[in-house]
């Protein structure tokens, strides 16, 4: 089973600009492995932020984007507020329908 | 407003059954995908099966493979995991999530608590 790894935490200034990435023990991720970015916040459900690598909901806060980056899924908050620090989940589709979330990232908006 | 009820979790002893439901609360709900999602205390997402609009294609991970079953009624709005031979390591918030246009995970319900302990 592919394994998808993430930083496990990063710290950000408010109005700050971080960087969290996706990468996948297989090799490079492509816009074939359909990235999704997921923010989850303590005590609550899982909200999608990204899927195909780039797009966003209707609900998405335009601060965040996503894309590919040295061979990694990336997910750039730029201008981080404190109701962004939550967790934050990848998720990778594979050959075969495997389909693997990421390890999560921590995300401290100090 | 999109809502998803999940509803079936509790106490179970290891080798039991136990049936999910995720209600949808809109009418769209027989044109999109469903997704089953677990939560383990403390831990990271898992993915756990996927079911398409009508049923015809169905995906399990290999952790619950042979074990849980994810089926459907959309006349009743209404989707569901059966799952047989629990472990301990089932213990998890159990998450359904309802795709919308290309995206798989638009909605997510708010879990449902599944203990498996003797």
């Known amino acids: 089973q592919a394994v998808v790894t993430q930083e496990p935490s990063l710290t950000v200034s408010p109005g700050g600009t971080v960087t969290l990435t996706c990468g996948s023990s297989?090799?490079?991720?492509?816009?074939?492995?359909?990235p999704y970015w997921f923010q989850q916040k303590p005590g609550q459900a899982p909200r999608t932020l990204i899927y195909?690598?780039?797009n966003k909901h209707s609900w998405t806060p335009a601060r965040f984007s996503g894309s590919l980056l040295g061979g990694k899924a990336a997910l750039t908050l730029s201008g981080a507020q404190p109701e962004d620090e939550a967790d934050y989940y990848c998720f990778l589709s594979y050959p075969g329908a495997r389909f693997v979330f990421g390890t999560g990232t921590k995300v401290t908006v100090l | 407003e999109v809502q998803l009820v999940e509803s079936g979790g509790g106490l179970v002893q290891p080798g039991g059954s136990l049936r999910l439901s995720c209600a949808d609360s809109?009418?769209?709900?027989?044109?999109?995908?469903m997704n089953w999602v677990r939560q383990a205390p403390g831990k990271g997402l898992e993915w756990l099966s996927y079911i398409n609009s009508d049923s015809s294609t169905i995906y399990y991970a290999e952790s619950v493979k042979g074990r849980f079953t994810i089926s459907r009624d959309n006349a009743k709005n209404s989707l569901y995991l059966q799952m047989n031979s629990l472990r301990d390591e089932d213990t998890a918030v159990y998450y359904c999530?309802?795709?919308?246009?290309?995206?798989?995970?638009?909605?997510w319900g708010q879990g449902t608590l599944v203990t498996v302990s003797s």
């Open positions: 809109v009418f769209t709900f027989s044109t999109n995908n």
């Open positions: 297989t090799g490079a991720v492509t816009s074939g492995h359909y």
């Open positions: 195909d690598t780039s």
């Open positions: 999530a309802r795709g919308h246009s290309s995206s798989w995970f638009a909605f």
